[in-house]
């Protein structure tokens, strides 16, 4: 949603899921960290847009990629950044999520990234934050900046995303990357496919616009991008699978199966990656894998949304809003 006067900005005080974003909103964001990916080349690789402001890291679950790219990228733009290290916080003595929020937000917190194994989570604070939440996870809910580094690294290797078949593979039933995904490929125009075992993949995933395969041959036949999603071992109940074994028989990415997609098909996986199950070690290093450059895209695009969330705090402080008058009606 960029202000139609000059400054490109996001209206919404926080970025909680694809869900509630327009198209014109993620190709905002898209547009606006192809601009700030050169910053990363530059000799002093920093902007002075968030200069005073701070960011926190919050994060109830392991992360990697998504929290060392939002530090990097709120680094990059001249933030303060502070890492609440969950496991020797206040949390452990039972504080709850809200009072740990508002602990931090008395400290003049400007943006909190948070990342929670409750769906929803970041909902919550941010009804009763000042300060923007970004999701950076939510159970199986969403994984809102995974979906647009997805977008973007499509859009750059494949020169756009519409009419592009793009096909899921693997843990679908506990996969927030796969919701967020769906949802942001098919906004942009793209044909999504879900592909995986019944257990792992259920018809209902086509309420929500998918195409729903349990066969990896046809779901392969006329894919443009090949996405393999991690078997997420923690969150299974019994049952789920025969055997691993099994699993990666009959699903796992190998060197004969990316052939049966189109010629130079994408390969991109979230990460981690179980080597050897879902993927096979020969295509994550593929020429045709594109991971590393998921990677590198994250920081650009959690670049461009903390930018144009600042633009949009920035714009509701020059002008907020006006009081209804006494006696109004509600
Ligand atoms: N893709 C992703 O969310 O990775 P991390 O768990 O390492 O952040």
Same mark, same amino acid.
């Given at each position: ?7 490109? %900005? ?41 200069? =005073? ?68 989570? #970041? ?75 019944? *257990?792992?993949? #259920? ?14 041959? *046809?779901?392969?036949? =006329? ?18 699978? #025969? ?8 699903? =796992? ?19 981690? %990656?179980?080597? =050897? ?47 209804? #008058? %006494?006696?109004?009606?509600?």
């Amino acid at each position: 949603m960029a202000d139609s006067a000059s400054v490109p %900005m996001l209206k919404h005080k926080d970025l909680l899921e694809i869900a509630t974003l327009s198209r014109e909103e993620i190709q905002l964001i898209l547009h606006t960290a192809d601009s700030l990916k050169d910053v990363a080349r530059h000799p002093i690789k920093k902007l002075p847009t968030l200069r =005073g402001r701070t960011m926190v890291n919050l994060f109830y679950e392991t992360s990697t990629r998504t929290r060392t790219s939002f530090e990097l990228a709120a680094v990059r733009l001249s933030a303060d950044v502070v890492n609440i290290d969950v496991g020797i916080s206040s949390v452990k003595k039972g504080e709850s999520l809200l009072d740990t929020a508002r602990t931090l937000e008395a400290m003049s917190v400007d943006f909190i990234v948070m990342r929670h194994a409750a769906s929803g989570a #970041p909902h919550t604070l941010a009804r009763n934050l000042h300060a923007s939440v970004i999701n950076a996870g939510d159970g199986q809910h969403e994984h809102p900046t995974q979906a647009l580094l997805d977008c973007y690294t499509v859009r750059e290797k494949l020169g756009g995303i519409a009419g592009k078949t793009i096909t899921l593979f693997g843990d679908l039933l506990h996969s927030r990357v796969a919701r967020s995904n769906l949802l942001a490929f098919t906004k942009l125009g793209a044909k999504v496919r879900f592909c995986g075992p019944p *257990t792992l993949c #259920p018809r209902e995933f086509e309420q929500l616009g998918a195409e729903v395969h349990h066969d990896v041959k *046809t779901a392969l036949a =006329g894919s443009d991008v090949i996405y393999v999603l991690r078997l997420q071992f923690e969150r299974h109940r019994l049952g789920l699978l #025969p055997s691993v074994r099994a699993y990666t028989q009959q699903y =796992g990415i190998s060197t004969d199966r990316v052939k049966l997609a189109k010629p130079g098909a994408l390969v991109m996986h979230p990460g981690p %990656m179980n080597r =050897g199950v879902e993927i096979s070690h020969e295509v994550a290093d593929a020429p045709q894998s594109v991971i590393v450059d998921q990677v590198a895209n994250g920081v650009p695009i959690r670049m461009a949304v903390l930018y144009l969330l600042e633009s949009g705090r920035t714009a509701r402080a020059a002008s907020p809003p006006v009081p209804a #008058p %006494m006696g109004a009606a509600a």
